[in-house]
């Protein structure tokens, strides 16, 4: 690292602990989403292999985690493989489930986190679907973030699934259409979505500089608030965070009032 590029790093921790200073932590959002996006950008700019840039992203995982702890963060939603992210090439998609069946496993074996799933897990292999399983059952009683680890998550994929879930369960109990029809309202939705008794996201964070959110959480997001961000996934700083959260923080949420 050249002298300039040391320069830059010191004033960015400077900034960044000015920015943490001034951080009310009544402020925070509850439970964030992100979109983890822009690793095989990163690899790209930066020469390297696209499974690099999958690993640097996965990487920065627990680092963003550790950043969450310390602003009181609860929740967090990790959006991390997409329903339309099988349709890649096979030589990328192997590989790239086996960097996030590593991920789940450390994210476990961490002990700070407690692991959920949410997404189609008839999507995943037998064996993706028994990390998840372990990991879930391994920090079920861990006291800490709830991290959702968003695997073969698609956000129409998540409400088709909520219905066939409302519908099997009204056969199971004799309901009949006509009932059910009477009976449905948001709240009977919601409790057949994959983040059941959990808060939705108070914010949103999309890296890599897209401004869409590509089907994440439709329902949850309703009422959240986004932050784009134009830097990759994987060169993700700190300061970046805290950014999000001080942007979010000066908002004022009205839910429609």
């Not at 602990?17 to 964030?32: A, F, S, T, Y």
């Not at 329903?83 to 590593?102: A, C, M, S, Y």
Request: net charge negative; proline share 3%; hydrophobic share 40%.
């Amino acid at each position: 690292m050249n002298l300039r590029d040391k320069l830059r790093s010191l004033l960015v921790r400077v900034y960044a602990r000015r920015v943490e200073g001034h951080l009310d932590h009544d402020q925070v959002p509850k439970h964030i989403g992100v979109i983890v996006d822009g690793s095989r950008r990163w690899a790209k700019a930066a020469g390297s292999t696209t499974m690099q840039g999958h690993q640097a992203g996965a990487h920065k995982i627990e680092e963003f985690l550790g950043w969450c702890t310390e602003t009181d963060v609860e929740v967090v939603t990790l959006w991390l493989l997409s329903t339309d992210n099988f349709n890649r090439p096979k030589e990328e998609l192997v590989p790239l489930l086996g960097i996030i069946d590593d991920t789940v496993r450390s994210l476990a074996a961490d002990g700070r986190w407690r692991v959920h799933h949410v997404g189609a897990l008839d999507l995943l292999s037998p064996g993706m679907q028994r990390t998840l399983k372990e990991a879930e059952e391994a920090t079920a009683d861990v006291d800490g973030i709830l991290v959702n680890v968003a695997i073969g998550y698609g956000g129409r994929q998540e409400i088709a699934d909520a219905v066939r879930s409302m519908l099997l369960d009204a056969q199971d109990k004799g309901t009949s259409m006509e009932e059910l029809a009477e009976s449905v309202d948001i709240d009977m939705i919601g409790r057949h979505l994959y983040t059941v008794d959990q808060p939705d996201p108070d914010l949103v964070i999309r890296t890599s500089g897209e401004q869409r959110l590509s089907g994440f959480m439709l329902w949850q997001t309703a009422h959240s608030e986004y932050y784009f961000c134009d830097v990759f996934w994987p060169a993700f700083r700190k300061v970046d965070f805290l950014r999000a959260l001080r942007d979010y923080a000066v908002r004022h949420r009205r839910y429609g009032g």
